[in-house]
Nanobody, 125 residues
Framework: QVHLVESGGGLVQAGDSLRLSCAAS????????MGWFRQAPGKEREFVAAISGSGSTTYDADSVKGRFTISRDNAKNTVYLQMNSLKPEDTAVYYC??????????????????WGQGTQLTVSS
């Protein structure tokens, strides 16, 4: 069982930066692919970014490419999402997710077994 706790959300203005954190309880954290997803009101949960267990490979959605960066610190059992040049359309609840090893599809929510409770990000224009 893996317990995930996100933090770092809040209310910011367009153009601002913010970093989300996700602390994991996994004993072998480096064995888990970690992902960030988001869900805006009335919309489906969508992929944002993911990172391999070692941290050597990252994946980004086109909508955040060049603005968001995912990283992880395996010594701290934590994954981060650095978000720059935030836009109002980034407003959503952001979820951290984990899956053991490498999923068949890195971007599909159903391939992740563990989820955090989510943290709200609101970007005002």
């Amino acid at each position: 069982q893996v317990h995930l706790v996100e933090s770092g959300g809040g209310l910011v203005q367009a153009g601002d930066s913010l970093r989300l954190s996700c602390a994991a309880s996994a004993r072998t954290f480096s064995s888990y692919t970690m992902g960030w997803f988001r869900q805006a009101p009335g919309k489906e949960r969508e992929f944002v970014a993911a990172i391999s267990g070692s941290g050597s490979t990252t994946y980004d959605a086109d909508s955040v490419k060049g603005r968001f960066t995912i990283s992880r610190d395996n010594a701290k059992n934590t994954v981060y999402l650095q978000m720059n040049s935030l836009k109002p359309e980034d407003t959503a609840v952001y979820y951290c997710a984990a899956v053991y090893r490498v999923p068949s599809s890195i971007s599909h929510p159903r391939n992740y077994n563990y989820w955090g409770q989510g943290t709200q990000l609101t970007v005002s224009s």
